[in-house]
């Protein structure tokens, strides 16, 4: 979920398994190659963040999200419930891709830091160099 190729590779692979008819009514190939074809939008690996490409998985599955919700997603002949369970499905996604990023932003965690030097040291330090200093 939080790698661009791979969250790609998974939205391409849960399109045919979406579009195979076993729980709902079989997409027609002109329905999936729709689906497919807005996902060219959104990923090209020679456009990584230029015009609308994505270029963290999070806006990947934003985009996905957002598609589903678009007009262009109304016009696909598939079940209305499943269009219903795909915006679940990619909504949890972009959620869990958003989680994920923020679950690896540590500076929130991080303690302040310390100074890791005792205070007594300045004091012999300074001893050391005065006694230096004298000889």
């Known amino acids: 979920m939080e790698n661009l190729e791979a969250a790609d590779a998974k939205y391409r692979e849960r399109i ?5 008819g076993k729980t709902f009514t079989r997409w ?10 807005a996902a060219n939008n959104w990923y090209d690996p020679s456009r990584v963040g ?4 994505a270029s963290t998985a999070e806006e990947y599955w934003q985009s996905v999200a957002n598609w589903w919700r678009s007009p262009d997603a109304q ?14 499905s990619v909504d949890s ?6 989680g994920y990023v923020q679950g690896r932003d540590i500076t ?28």
């Open 16 to 20: 045919f398994g979406w579009s195979d």
């Open 28 to 37: 027609s190939d002109a329905d999936r190659q729709v689906a497919l074809s």
């Open 50 to 53: 230029k015009g609308n490409n």
């Open 75 to 88: 016009y696909l002949q598939i079940d209305t419930l499943q269009k219903a369970k795909i915006l679940d």
């Open 93 to 98: 996604s972009s959620n869990a891709a958003t």
């Open 108 to 135: 929130e965690y991080l303690p302040e830091p310390e100074n890791l030097i005792p205070w007594w040291v300045y004091g012999i330090a300074g001893l050391v160099i005065w006694n230096t200093i004298r000889k």
